[in-house]
């Protein structure tokens, strides 16, 4: 009996992600696909939203706004910083970091650095970004009570969490 993705199920998709002006991103390796349980917020809103409904063999491409994926960009959240708050560590511009802020730790990452400032980027890289997936469903089946209690998928019974 065919299954459909709906929650806690366990789905299995082979995927590619590229933004609009089609630069790849990411995509499943080497043959293995995505496994996850749906309904768990273990993916962006908007490819979980494609997928509720689909079942085992379907193939679909989904255009992902930025506010779906990973927001917007916010302006306010590039700001210029002492460079002394680096200490001796070496800044250069790509690089990441966790900040404390008053909403509690989160990803920075250096623009630009110069004698006594750098600024730093909390948007999410891809913030802003529409993304373009497409996608093969290979496997949807029901997640035993162990992956639900442990909240991931175990691949051929290992229950292994080192």
């Known amino acids: 009996m065919t299954q459909t993705i709906s929650q806690d199920k366990v789905v299995g998709i082979h995927y590619t992600v590229k933004t609009a002006e089609g630069q790849l991103l990411d995509q499943s390796k080497e043959g293995q696909p995505l496994q996850f349980i749906f309904g768990r917020g273990m993916l962006i809103k908007g490819l979980e939203d494609a997928l509720a409904g689909k079942t085992e063999g379907d193939k679909f491409t989904a255009e992902i706004a ?43 990452i250096i623009v630009e650095v110069n004698d ?9 890289p891809l913030a802003g970004v529409s993304l373009n997936f497409d996608v093969e469903v290979v496997e949807v089946r029901d997640a035993d009570q162990s992956e639900l209690d442990h909240g991931h998928v175990h691949s051929d019974g290992d229950h292994n969490h080192d």
Not at 87 to 108: C, K, L, W
Not at 116 to 124: I, L, P, S
């Open 66 to 108: 930025p506010e779906d994926a990973y927001g917007e960009r916010h302006d306010g959240l590039i700001q210029s910083v002492p460079r002394t708050l680096f200490g001796d560590n070496p800044v250069e511009p790509g690089m990441q970091f966790r900040a404390s802020t008053d909403n509690g730790e989160q990803s920075v």
């Open 116 to 124: 006594d400032q750098v600024t730093v980027d909390g948007n999410h």
